[in-house]
T-cell receptor, first 116, second 110 residues
Framework: GAVVSQHPSRVICKSGTSVKIECRSL??????MFWYRQFPKQSLMLMAT?????????EQGVEKDKFLINHASLTLSTLTVTSAHPEDSSFYIC????????????FGPGTRLTVL | GENVEQHPSTLSVQEGDSAVIKCTYS??????FPWYKQELGKRPQLIID?????GEKKDQRIAVTLNKTAKHFSLHITETQPEDSAVYFC?????????FGTGTSLTVIP
């Protein structure tokens, strides 16, 4: 149990385009999901907390207009990187917190974004 | 967000020796303390965790100790094996978010 999927696993796009990444909890409900970004040889940096039915909470320094988060159901959160630039190239990982155990998180497999 | 540091940042040990990684955090409200192992290009994997009402927890070759007063907790790996080579992260939970530590790259030399 406790499976989280993330799509796509890899995406290459041109500078200026937008990219949407989906995070799904497959066998549990998750009111809360987290989005992280990880640059090579660095730690996971929390970008935002996604809450079903309400606006996401962004960490300091993360542009909410650039990284749009939508958490429309208890099993799906999406992150849209708008007007992507090469510096947005990174590994994006989501995690989902089960409503039944709110101090645990289960990670998706990650999305490797490359912006040309 | 919470300030989380790990030491050392890199660690090399001979196979069979022990490894210890320390995590210090700043938010006294943190109440759940997990350790994750991450292999290159993959998602973090929970290897052990401890809650604030416990001082130590052990699972076979892996243990975690917690000092809430001093705001640090440590990962202990005994009888290390080459497959333990990876990057390890602590990520104390504040009650609202997890903030990852700076990471420790462990290399176990056969």
């Amino acid at each position: 149990g406790a499976v989280v999927s993330q799509h796509p696993s890899r995406v290459i796009c041109k500078s200026g385009t937008s990219v949407k990444i989906e995070c799904r909890s497959l066998d549990f409900q998750a009111t809360t999901m987290f989005w992280y970004r990880q640059f090579p040889k660095q730690s996971l940096m929390l970008m935002a907390t996604s809450n079903e039915g309400s606006k996401a909470t962004y960490e300091q320094g993360v542009e909410k207009d650039k990284f749009l988060i939508n958490h429309a159901s208890l099993t799906l959160s999406t992150l849209t990187v708008t007007s992507a630039h090469p510096e947005d190239s990174s590994f994006y990982i989501c995690s989902a917190v089960p409503d039944s155990n709110t101090d645990t998180q289960y990670f998706g497999p990650g999305t490797r974004l490359t912006v040309l | 967000g919470e300030n989380v540091e790990q030491h050392p940042s890199t660690l090399s040990v001979q196979e069979g020796d022990s490894a210890v990684i320390k995590c210090t955090y700043s938010d006294s409200a943190s109440n759940y303390f997990p350790w994750y192992k991450q292999e290159l290009g993959k998602r973090p994997q929970l290897i052990i965790d401890i809650r604030s009402n416990v001082g130590e927890k052990k699972d076979q070759r892996i243990a975690v100790t917690l000092n809430k007063t001093a705001k640090h907790f440590s990962l202990h790996i005994t009888e290390t094996q080459p497959e333990d080579s990876a990057v390890y992260f602590c990520a104390p939970f504040t009650g609202n978010q997890f903030y990852f530590g700076t990471g420790t790259s462990l290399t176990v030399i056969p």
